[in-house]
Each structure stands twice: as C-alpha cells, then as structure tokens.
C-alpha cells in the first residue's frame, strides 16, 4: 500500500552509463516531483510535472531528462553518469494547492563510481 | 528566490526533555505555507507540521509545536517531551504560490535524542 513508490532504492553504476528511476504514486495526486538530496543533504528541485505536464525544470544538466507517461508516474532517466551524479533521488507528489505539502517516496541512493 | 536558513546544524537534547529548532526564511509574499519534515536515519521523508501564513494561530500536532512570527520571518518547531525516535535531521520549508508548489528547503538541523 504504499503511496509514493521508487525502484530501485540503491544503485550503483559505472561512470557513463544510462540508468533510470522509476516513481509511481496511487494516491491520485495531480503533480509530481524530482529532487535531488546531495551529500551534505541538502534538498533541492530538479523537475515538477502536473498532469503530465513539465512545469518546473530547474538548473539540471540536460543528461537528466524526466519522463511522465500519465499523472501516476514519474520517472527519471540520466545519461552520460557522471561521478557527481551521486545523491539520493526523491520522487514526491502532491494534491492541488499550497497547504498539503508533500508524500515522498524512500528515495533511490545513486552511487556512481 | 525564497531562502530559507536554519542556523542550528546539530543539536541534542535529553529524553523527555524538550528542544527549540530555529528556521528563519526570506520572502516578499504575504501568502505562503511553511513546513517542518523529519528525516530519519531510514532516509523517509516525513511531514511532520505545516502552517498557513494567513493563520495567526501557531500550529499543533501532538508532541511538535510551531511558533510562527510573521513579521520576523521566523517558523521554530519545538519539540516536547522527546523521544529516542525523534533522532533525526529536520528541515524547514517554504512554499508560496505561483512556484508550481516547489518546496524551498532549509540545510537541515540534526537532532540527537540521548538517554
């Protein structure tokens, strides 16, 4: 019963390759969201899609490119991996409006080496 | 851009003992929602208490209180009779309208619980 749902939760890849997160949410929210957390912890936003719709894209390197086949999914693709490519990766969502915050996913820990 | 900074990297506080974590942010709106979430060593992101601007009334949830002052840019959680399970990071985080719900977050507060 989950309600934000990301796969894998670690991954560990060499330098160069192409990898994908996957998020899925069943709570029927309207908007979805990428954020990266890096190593000081730090959060920040890469993406937000509403309804499918890309409507935040902040200043992330265009290897990173967000795809949202309908409202319940969000994923992540990452080309050309770089070493500072390393973070945990959270997928979000949330209803219409200011006041509901946030569901999270458990994040994917990405390790590039 | 909104900042949003929480001046207290670590803390630590005693069982049952109750704790103040600081968060002052910086906006030109008059309407906004404010947020604290709880990181835990399991990496979940938890809510844990949200405040309207709008509302002067300092929001409540069991053990976690807020004191909001809006002319001050201030939004302090405060934690009561705490727990071992309230080990954990904190983060503040503003939201205002019009920024596609994005959450500004703070750099996080650590938060020990010791015996």
């Known amino acids: 019963d989950t309600a934000v749902s990301q796969t894998p939760k670690y991954l560990v890849t060499q330098m160069g390759n192409d990898k994908s997160i996957k998020c899925e949410q069943n709570?029927?929210?309207?908007?979805m969201y990428w954020y990266k957390q890096d190593s000081k912890k730090f959060l920040k936003i890469m993406f937000s899609?509403?309804?499918?719709?890309?409507?935040i894209n902040e200043t992330v390197p265009n290897r990173f490119s967000p795809k949202s086949p309908d409202k319940a999914h969000l994923n992540l693709h990452i080309n050309s991996l770089e070493l500072g490519d390393s973070a945990v990766y959270f997928c979000?969502?949330?209803?219409?409006?200011?006041?509901?915050?946030?569901?999270f996913g458990s994040g994917t820990r990405l390790t590039v080496v | 851009a909104q900042t949003v900074t929480q001046s207290q990297p670590e803390m630590s506080v005693q069982e049952a003992e109750t704790v103040t974590l600081s968060c002052t942010y910086d906006?030109?709106?008059?309407?906004?929602?404010l947020f604290w979430y709880k990181q835990p060593p399991s990496r979940q992101m938890i809510l844990v208490i949200r405040?309207?601007?709008?509302?002067?009334q300092n929001a409540t949830e069991n053990r976690f209180s807020v004191n909001f002052q809006k002319a001050a840019k201030s939004f302090s959680l405060k934690i009561s009779d705490s727990q071992l399970g309230d080990t954990a990071m904190y983060f503040c985080?503003?939201?205002?309208?019009?920024?596609?719900?994005?959450?500004?977050f703070g750099k996080g507060t650590s938060l020990l619980v010791t015996p």
């Open positions: 985080a503003f939201m205002k309208p019009n920024s596609g719900y994005a959450l500004n």
């Open positions: 709570l029927g929210h309207d908007t």
């Open positions: 405040q309207e601007a709008y509302k002067q």
């Open positions: 906006t030109s709106e008059s309407n906004y929602y």
């Open positions: 979000a969502s949330s209803p219409p409006g200011l006041r509901h915050g946030y569901t």
């Open positions: 899609y509403n309804n499918k719709e890309l409507i």
